[in-house]
């Protein structure tokens, strides 16, 4: 079972991958996790990678499709994987489905975990980070027992700059242009499924079972 998990940022998607993955019992595969695995190892794309990285450059896209079919090449992978994150865009798409076709591979579904514009803002914007461990809350579905406090180790929290509304909406703004094509792509593949995001994180989930089956 290869799936493909889409949604803006902010949308749960890569907790539904988790639950997906454990389920499932395969793994799941961010593009974030494939990078600092093959730096850490000193793979040849690893190193190939980390140069663009170090420069600030983003890094190409045959190099990201090339680290991403080695790591769904990989033992684990037998049964399947969730991949979250990517692709991005349609050349990604594109060069991935080539990729896959030469291995005798095809991905089963690409789920779209759709929640509008205004409920990611008020999501986000909610979310407070420790300063000094880095836990995360949410003010309104996990707040601190004592405002402004971390129940771990009592540092302060704050709003992270990547969630305040100005930043979320230009996020929002990337991901409209470069990522929602792909919602037609994989319409048109025939493998897009759709589920609601605006409700409880395991109703969602449920969606997603039955959409994959038991």
Do not use: W
Request: charged content about 30%.
């Amino acid at each position: 079972m290869k799936i493909i998990m889409l949604g803006a940022p902010g949308a749960g998607k890569g907790t539904q991958a988790k639950k997906i993955a454990e389920k499932y019992s395969i793994p799941h595969i961010s593009t974030g996790d494939i990078f600092r695995a093959n730096i850490k190892n000193g793979t040849e794309l690893g190193q190939k990678a980390k140069t663009y990285m170090d420069q600030g450059l983003l890094v190409p896209d045959e190099l990201v499709v090339d680290l991403v079919v080695d790591r769904v090449n990989q033992d684990d992978c037998v049964n399947g994987y969730v991949l979250d994150g990517f692709p991005r865009t349609i050349p990604q798409a594109e060069a991935l489905d080539k990729a896959l076709k030469e291995l005798g591979q095809k991905i089963d579904y690409a789920i779209n975990v759709e929640v509008p514009d205004e409920n990611i803002v008020n999501r986000m914007s909610g979310r407070r980070a420790c300063v000094d461990c880095g836990a995360t809350y949410h003010i309104a579905y996990a707040p601190t027992s004592k405002e402004g406090i971390c129940d771990k180790c009592g540092g302060g929290l704050i709003l992270r700059d990547d969630d305040k509304p100005e930043t979320v909406l230009k996020r929002l703004g990337v991901y409209h242009e470069q990522t929602q094509p792909l919602i037609d792509y994989y319409t048109e593949a025939g493998i897009l499924k759709e589920v609601d995001g605006t409700i409880d994180i395991n109703d969602v989930f449920a969606e997603i079972v039955k959409i994959l089956g038991e």
